[in-house]
């Protein structure tokens, strides 16, 4: 990957976006993908852009090969290197890695990791293993039943993975390579993993190249007072860094804001372990704890910190701080008990702020009172959201369904609009998470997967990071990531899952877990897991145009089960989904959303019945929902010519209707080629016609919408009706169903049902009608007007507000 980012650059080329990345494994689309980096430059440029993507994917294949090799090579001994030539190796590879990094400043730098997904995660209790030295270990070999102790003797680096040298007791060094220990691909490793660390590394898998560690649980950090180690004599004394800085000098930089967040709680951990009795220290981690999203540790250091208060000034911000980390856990009942213990004068205004917060929170949750206007103007304010909002559980329970695993039901009738579930992502990355914090850097990273040959961008990377992290930093969190499914072929039941998949979080099973002083419940997380959970669960929605595209894992509403067609509108706004019912359910109905993009919102061609099952086999299953069961009707040969169609004409006269769409006169020449495109998209929506079977026992025919809408917009300059009924059509496709006394009702009376596909679709088709009207018809225009509004508020919410926040986007 380097030598094509190298090579590219040379040739003033711009390196591929996360959006581009898969498309590097795919030979077929190598050509179009050389054509959009290269951009204007000249054939010759576009040529060798052309050849730099081939020799990429032959360097892979050979990556691979070596790979391969490697994994299934005889079982050798370890050739124990000798100590001075391995930190020379490994003071090199830093100094390289750093001033690669230097040499980018400024520029987008991508990473390639590789994931291995051979290897798992050890579960076993170290209680239940036998120690052994450097020197006895074999490779390509998973030591099972042992574990090694070892201690870093070389400033780490970090190529996404952690590298270090690391020697044991014996004096025996080796290579080390941590997967998924850092939190952030730019998070400083000295920080996370200080020079001196000594590590215990259960069941440890050996390659050629050094000790793997597939998963941040196979380590535990030892302490000096540690019983084992407390009593090790190491061969060689370990050389003092010549940087070490006096405690007064660590906490200067400690309480300097522009140093980055990681360097600080490392300069921290060093105060504490001179000085463990130091409120300051204690206090200032839980800040810089916040910064870094690790919420617990802000918890347990806050009370650490309490317990070591002088005054009442102390208390009071040690129970603020404590208070604040169980809000942003959303431990509502223990962040109100907290803030009463705040008594210090010039943090009562703190004090309000977090209870009628607290009082927000609970209104939402118990109520379901949400403000969505407001939500929507938020949503608005960042590319990259994430709302302070909380879960709401409506009429609604879990339960296995015979042949489809769990599924949510109604508990009750309800009616289109009614509030069903509101759930804020339990873990959400969006690619600029991978930025340095105040800098220009800009990372993004991929990951090669050998046994799926698929490339994953920065979003999916990271949040099977941040997630793992996150469990073990919260650990009543795994309930609600691994007790989800991993794979169609997994177990329906986990180890975390026995008695239903928990509707709620038990505030005080969380509590319990966090207040254990320092000794969190041991999770054993294995990154491949989580990994396999985003795979199948995961959410990725971009809030706005030219929003970044996240990955987000939400742990109910990856439960409901999948439909082409659904029956709960879901609208994401940043990290929260709210669904709402969009047909009438009846009690023990099965609510269905659609995990394929495209058939619930936007304003291009839905995907087709042969893309639609493409996305969902990696679910392991053929859905057979009343889209899917239309198109069967229709046959092979029709849905093939049908897609032909959509891939290759419509693109053409799409285009052209935006040209004219945009000008701003119409003279002979616009009128000539409106007449033209009017006559070519008629003829083009006959011949998309011919293709639906009328067999069909009704208008469901969601690629027909956006051509219609489109023809409806064409057509409105010169016949007003026609453009009407065609708006109309583009209703019918996505699924909506006209009363026939529509003309004369209002509200909810024009409709029968409302449009289950592309709601944005069809709101701007309802407004189209009330523009269209409005010369012709006023009170069928202000008719439609408050019909709009109604569909609107069933498919979205957020009443009058929230429409006319929407509406003026």
């Given at each position: 990957m380097d030598d094509l980012l190298k090579s590219l650059n040379a040739l003033g080329v711009d390196p591929p976006t996360d959006s581009q990345i898969p498309d590097l494994l795919n030979p077929e689309e190598h050509a179009t993908l050389a054509k959009v980096l290269a951009g204007s430059a000249d054939d010759l440029i576009q040529g060798a852009v052309l050849s730099l993507l081939e020799n990429y994917l032959r360097s892979l294949k050979k990556i691979e090969d070596d790979h391969n090799k490697s994994i299934n090579a005889p079982v050798k001994n370890v050739k124990i290197v000798p100590r001075k030539a391995l930190l020379i190796r490994g003071a090199k590879e830093r100094e390289r890695v750093l001033r690669d990094r230097e040499a980018g400043v400024g520029f987008i730098r991508q990473s390639q990791v590789f994931d291995n997904n051979v290897i798992p995660a050890s579960k076993t209790p170290i209680e239940d293993l036998e120690y052994m030295q450097l020197k006895d270990l074999q490779f390509p070999h998973r030591h099972s039943g042992k574990f090694v102790i070892v201690r870093v003797i070389s400033n780490p680096n970090t190529l996404f993975d952690l590298h270090a040298i690391v020697d044991d007791k014996e004096g025996n060094g080796i290579p080390l390579t941590l997967s998924h220990y850092t939190p952030s691909p730019t998070a400083p490793s000295d920080a996370i993993l200080p020079y001196g660390s000594t590590l215990l590394i259960k069941e440890p898998y050996v390659t050629k190249n050094g000790i793997f560690v597939p998963a941040k649980s196979d380590t535990r950090l030892l302490s000096d007072s540690d019983n084992l180690i407390n009593d090790v004599q190491w061969f060689y004394p370990l050389e003092q860094p010549s940087d070490n800085k006096e405690v007064d000098q660590l906490m200067a930089q400690a309480n300097n804001d522009d140093n980055d967040l990681w360097d600080i709680i490392h300069d921290l951990n060093q105060v504490l372990s001179v000085n463990p009795l130091s409120y300051e220290a204690k206090i200032r981690l839980s800040d810089v704890y916040f910064g870094v999203h690790k919420l617990g540790s802000a918890y347990r250091t806050s009370a650490e910190a309490l317990k070591l208060a002088r005054d009442n000034q102390q208390k009071s911000r040690a129970f603020l701080n404590q208070a604040r980390a169980a809000y942003d856990m959303r431990l509502f009942k223990e962040a109100e008990n907290l803030i009463k213990g705040v008594q210090d004068p010039e943090l009562q205004g703190e004090v309000r702020r977090v209870n009628e917060l607290i009082k927000k929170r609970r209104l939402e949750r118990d109520e379901g009172e949400f403000d969505v206007t407001e939500l929507f103007k938020e949503k608005q304010r960042y590319i990259a959201p994430r709302l302070d909002v909380a879960d709401y559980i409506g009429p609604i329970e879990v339960k296995d369904i015979d042949g489809r695993g769990r599924g949510v039901l109604a508990t009750q009738d309800v009616e289109p609009g009614t509030l069903m579930l509101v759930g804020k992502a339990v873990g959400t990355a969006y690619p600029s998470d991978a930025d340095r914090r105040n800098s220009k850097e800009h990372t993004t990273i991929m990951e090669l997967n050998y046994s799926h040959k698929t490339l994953h961008g920065t979003a999916q990377v990271l949040a099977r990071t941040r997630i793992s992290h996150a469990i073990e930093d919260m650990p009543f969190l795994a309930k609600r990531v691994l007790g989800l499914c991993g794979s169609p072929t997994e177990p329906l039941l986990t180890e975390y899952l026995r008695e239903g998949f928990p509707l709620t979080v038990d505030e005080d099973e969380a509590v319990e877990m966090l207040d254990k002083?320092?000794?969190?419940?041991?999770?054993?997380?294995?990154?491949?897991?989580v990994g396999s959970v985003l795979k199948y669960n995961a959410f990725g929605h971009a809030s706005i145009a030219g929003a970044e595209t996240p990955c987000m894992l939400h742990s109910l509403p990856a439960i409901i089960n999948h439909s082409c067609v659904p029956n709960v509108a879901s609208i994401h706004l940043g990290d929260v989904i709210m669904s709402r019912a969009l047909t009438p359910l009846r009690k023990g109905q099965e609510l269905l959303h659609s995990y394929v993009p495209g058939t619930g919102g936007g304003s291009s061609v839905p995907p087709s019945q042969q893309e639609r099952r493409g996305e969902l086999r990696k679910h392991g299953f053929t859905c057979q929902c009343e889209l899917c069961s239309l198109d069967d009707i229709d046959g092979e040969e029709k849905l093939k010519e049908r897609g032909l169609m959509l891939a290759d004409v419509w693109p053409r006269l799409a285009d052209r209707a935006r040209v004219l769409e945009r000008a701003k006169t119409e003279d002979e020449k616009f009128n000539a080629e409106l007449d033209r495109l009017l006559k070519e998209l008629e003829e083009f929506v006959a011949s998309l016609e011919s293709t639906f079977s009328d067999k069909r026992p009704y208008e469901l025919k969601p690629e027909l919408a956006i051509v219609r809408r489109t023809l409806a917009q064409l057509t409105s300059r010169r016949d007003v009706q026609k453009a009407i009924e065609n708006e109309l059509l583009s209703l019918s496709g996505l699924g909506a169903i006209l009363n026939e006394t529509h003309d004369k009702s209002?509200?909810?009376?024009?409709?029968?049902?409302?449009?289950?596909?592309?709601?944005?679709?069809?709101?701007?088709?309802?407004?189209?009608?009330?523009?269209?009207?409005?010369?012709?018809?006023?009170?069928?225009?202000?008719?439609?007007?408050?019909?709009?509004?109604w569909a609107h508020d069933v498919l979205v919410g957020g009443g009058e507000a929230g429409f006319y926040a929407r509406i003026n986007q």
């Open positions: 002083e320092g000794k969190l419940p041991v999770i054993d997380v294995d990154p491949r897991r209002s509200d909810r009376k024009k409709f029968k049902q409302l449009p289950r596909l592309q709601p944005d679709s069809a709101i701007l088709s309802m407004l189209d009608i009330v523009e269209l009207l409005k010369g012709v018809d006023e009170e069928g225009s202000k008719s439609w007007f408050e019909s709009t509004k």
